[in-house]
């Protein structure tokens, strides 16, 4: 049985950062096609935050291009998403996701984020 399950997250202050982890279990996550972080603000859609792919590739959204870096240790089957330069509009449920060819996405039960101005 594939768990994601995210850690990390907490209240900063704006201009802090944060570090969030996405630890696996049941499979390693450099077998997944990618690996991504999406977050949901109150009262909005879900967004994709970052992507690394099986490949290393990344990308990001617009919004926080230059302030997130994602990143994967293998040996710690985990993927980090290193935030900095937190802005009040940051504030969301950040959650893990794997995803696969022709299956369906694993959902971690996400971490809350909270950035005070």
């Known amino acids: 049985q594939v768990q994601l399950v995210e850690s990390g997250g907490g209240l900063v202050q704006a201009g802090g950062s944060l570090r969030l982890s996405c630890t696996a279990s049941g499979r390693r996550i450099f077998s997944f096609v990618a690996m991504e972080w999406h977050r949901q603000a109150p009262g909005k859609q879900r967004e994709l935050v970052a992507t690394i792919t099986i490949g290393g590739s990344t990308n990001y959204a617009e919004s926080v291009k230059g302030r997130f870096t994602i990143s994967r240790d293998n040996a710690k089957n985990t993927v980090y998403l290193e935030m900095n330069s937190l802005k009040p509009e940051d504030t969301a449920v950040y959650y893990c996701?794997?995803?696969?060819?022709?299956?369906?996405?694993?959902w971690g039960q996400g971490t809350r984020v909270t950035v005070s101005s």
């Open positions: 996701r794997g995803s696969d060819l022709g299956i369906v996405p694993y």
